[in-house]
């Protein structure tokens, strides 16, 4: 039971946008100025958004790290799963990953409080699609999703709450961006095991590939826009 409840905790604002213009480069003397606009924050704090986000800030920043590295063993775990067609490879893969997950973090995040617990599913879901009851009820079956749903339920918490950026994870969504800014800095939580290392490490790499693509795109479109 133990085992099963960290691993429930592991899976278990008002902004407006504006825009910044830089000059792109024209060519010939008929050609007509463009710019490409840039996305940029305008954040109005009432009182009441005020509370959410310094409730928000005090739990994202200290669970951040486990989130990250958990949500980077999770979908690679994913990646994997997809690669096999076999129901007992599938079954006998989920056991390592499991116990991977176990040899990373133990009992250390048991010890979490329910609302710690539900910030840390949140960014969970952020950076994986996966609610913790669809983690669960891969991982550790359908029986299982259900008897901690019901658990949760009794803490008047829930395995299936998404992360709502533009709903009610508003003010957890400027706290995350301030924190990938660097505005903010997280609690420190270096991975520990050689299995949760590779897994940030194929997510660091995934994520430079995907930014030096989107600088290409940007380029080749800034390229096309000048010779106009």
């Known amino acids: ?108 995040i048991a010890n979490f409080s329910v609302n710690r617990g539900m910030y840390l599913m949140k960014i969970i879901h952020k950076e994986t699609g996966l609610s913790a009851y669809e983690i669960i009820k891969k991982y550790n079956g359908g029986i299982n999703a259900l008897m901690w749903q019901s658990t949760m339920k009794f803490f008047g918490a829930s395995l299936k709450h998404d992360y709502e950026p533009t709903g009610e994870d508003e003010a957890l969504s400027v706290v995350l961006r301030e924190i990938e800014s660097g505005e903010l800095k997280p609690y420190s939580r270096p991975a520990k095991t050689t299995k949760a290392k590779e897994s940030l490490s194929k997510k660091e790499k995934k994520k430079m590939k995907k930014k030096k693509k989107k600088a290409e795109k940007e380029k080749e479109k800034a390229k096309k826009m000048a010779s106009q």
């Open 1 to 108: 039971m133990r085992l099963l409840g960290t691993f429930i905790l592991l899976i278990s604002i008002v902004s407006t946008w504006s825009q910044y213009q830089r000059p792109i480069p024209v060519v010939g003397q008929d050609s007509i100025p463009s710019y490409i606009l840039d996305e940029a924050d305008i954040v109005a704090f009432d009182a009441e958004f005020q509370k959410e986000y310094d409730r928000a800030k005090f739990y994202a920043v200290r669970v951040y790290e486990y989130a990250q590295i958990a949500a980077a063993m999770v979908n690679e775990f994913e990646d994997t799963l997809e690669t096999m067609d076999r129901k007992w490879d599938q079954n006998k893969f989920l056991k390592q990953a499991k116990k991977d997950l176990k040899d990373e973090f133990g009992d250390e």
